[in-house]
C-alpha cells in the first residue's frame, strides 16, 4: 500500500518587511510572543523553545476568556531566511502530544512548509504549505472536510504577524 497523496493547503501572503526580519519573526521568541495567536486579545508564552533543526518548542497560547492552548512544535530544518519546516502538535503543559479535541480523525502529523522570498529589500513573501504526513485515510477525510476554513487558522495568525511587523 503506498503513500497517499494529500494536495497541501497554501497560504500566500506578502509583508512589508525585510526577508530576515520575517523569518526572525517566526524563529525567535522575542517576536514570536507577539503575535503567534489567532486573534488579539490573545497571549501567547513560549515556555521553552530551541529553534534549530532537531529542535522543539513548547507555547502557551491564552484566549480572550482566559481558555490555554498548549502546543508543542518539532522543528525539521531552519535555513535562514530561506525556509522553516515544522511539524507542531496539540499538547499539554508537559510537551505530551494529545489528540485534536475537536476532530478525532484529524492527522497525527500535521507538517508545515514556509518559504521566504524576498521581493525587494522591504517586502517578502511567505508561501505556507500545510499537509498532514503519513495519514491515515480518516485523517485525509478529516483533512479535506475542513479544508475551506484551513485559512482562518493560519490566516488569521498571518494577520497577527502583519500588524506585530506594522509596529516595528
Keep these: 500500500m503506498g503513500e497517499i497523496k494529500v494536495e497541501p493547503s497554501v497560504i500566500?501572503?506578502?509583508?512589508?518587511?525585510?526577508?530576515?526580519?520575517?523569518?526572525?519573526?517566526w524563529t525567535q521568541v522575542k517576536h514570536l510572543n507577539n503575535w503567534m495567536f489567532p486573534m488579539p486579545g490573545?497571549?501567547?508564552?513560549?515556555?521553552?523553545?530551541?529553534?534549530?533543526?532537531?529542535?522543539?518548542s513548547l507555547h502557551k497560547i491564552t484566549m480572550q476568556n482566559g481558555h490555554e492552548m498548549w502546543l508543542f512544535t518539532q522543528y525539521e530544518e531552519v535555513n535562514s531566511p530561506e525556509k522553516l519546516v515544522f511539524l507542531?502538535?496539540?499538547?499539554?503543559?508537559?510537551g505530551d502530544i494529545l489528540p485534536s479535541p475537536h476532530m478525532p480523525n484529524w492527522p497525527?502529523?500535521?507538517?508545515?512548509?514556509?518559504?521566504?522570498e524576498e521581493i525587494s529589500e522591504n517586502k517578502t513573501k511567505i508561501t505556507f504549505y500545510w499537509e498532514p504526513r503519513n495519514p491515515t485515510p480518516e485523517e485525509v477525510e478529516a483533512f479535506e472536510s475542513t479544508r475551506a476554513d484551513h485559512g482562518k487558522g493560519w490566516g488569521a495568525g498571518m494577520e497577527?504577524?502583519?500588524n506585530y511587523l506594522s509596529s516595528l
Excluded at 490573545?42 to 529542535?55: F, H, P, S, W
Excluded at 507542531?88 to 508537559?94: A, I, L
Excluded at 507538517?111 to 521566504?116: D, N, S, V
Design 108 to 116: 497525527k502529523h500535521m507538517l508545515a512548509t514556509l518559504l521566504f
Design 160 to 162: 497577527q504577524l502583519h
Design 88 to 94: 507542531q502538535y496539540m499538547s499539554n503543559e508537559n
Design 42 to 56: 490573545c497571549t501567547c508564552e513560549y515556555v521553552n523553545a530551541e529553534i534549530k533543526d532537531g529542535g522543539t
Design 12 to 25: 500566500t501572503r506578502e509583508f512589508d518587511a525585510p526577508r530576515q526580519l520575517v523569518f526572525d519573526a
